[in-house]
């Protein structure tokens, strides 16, 4: 069992172009989520999905898009990439349970130059 | 606004105990939840809270006062491999994770 993969692992990207980041997850999670991890600041939340069909934004939605076609994958999109989008892409599926604890993949990190 | 206060950095003897402390102002409690992150890694879960006490699971331990909106994470036997930030995070009311901006824990032998 995976749990959740993300791709790439890191990239270097030049301003104004368009980037997808790939999340994908198998343990049929109905929510997931993307966050950006900066240092100094919490983790905070770009997009969210409770179930496929459905997203929603976070706290800091400017400049990305999500899709959710099915339960497994929830790729994150940087239309026209700016440098202050520079940080570390986690994305996480949550297990519906009493807690719904949020289970993490091992992140992206992305620079914009 | 919210808000979740950690201390930045915090420094243990291997051997030794250390307490976490987190302090939120948030919309709404849901739950308290403790994430482990080793540099480079992605968090990983460690324990969660939603009724005021304390939970015990192994050498990790974690208390929650709702009415202080006060928090611990208690390490004991501390192992090198225990080296790694410490992330607090409360579920508001709208259910999205409040997340610290976490604290680093230095183990020296």
């Known amino acids: 069992i995976a749990g959740i993969t993300q791709a790439p692992t890191s990239q270097i990207l030049a301003a104004g172009r368009r980037m997808t980041l790939r999340c994908t997850q198998d343990?049929?999670?109905?929510?997931m989520y993307w966050y950006r991890q900066d240092l100094g600041l919490g983790l905070r939340l770009i997009h969210y999905s409770n179930t496929a069909g459905t997203t929603g934004k976070g706290e800091v939605p400017d400049g990305y898009s999500v899709s959710r076609a099915n339960t497994d994958d929830f790729p994150l999109t940087l239309a026209s990439a700016v440098p202050s989008q520079t940080s570390v892409y986690f994305c996480?599926?949550?297990?519906?349970?009493?807690?719904?604890?949020?289970?993490f993949g091992p992140g992206t990190r992305l620079t914009v130059l | 606004g919210q808000n979740i206060d950690q201390p930045t950095e915090m420094t243990a003897t291997e051997g030794a105990i250390v307490q976490i402390n987190c302090t939120y102002q948030t919309s709404g409690f849901n739950g308290l939840f403790w994430y482990q992150q080793h540099a480079g890694e992605a968090p990983t879960f460690l324990s969660y809270?939603?009724l005021d006490g304390l939970e015990e699971k192994g050498r990790f331990s974690s208390f929650l006062s709702r009415s202080k909106g006060y928090s611990y994470l208690l390490l004991k036997e501390l192992q090198m491999k225990d080296s790694a930030s410490y992330l607090c995070a409360v579920r508001d009311s709208n259910y999205q994770l409040i997340w610290g901006a976490g604290t680093k824990l230095i183990i020296k032998p």
């Open positions: 343990m049929r999670h109905n929510a």
């Open positions: 809270n939603v």
């Open positions: 996480a599926s949550s297990d519906g349970t009493d807690t719904d604890t949020q289970y």
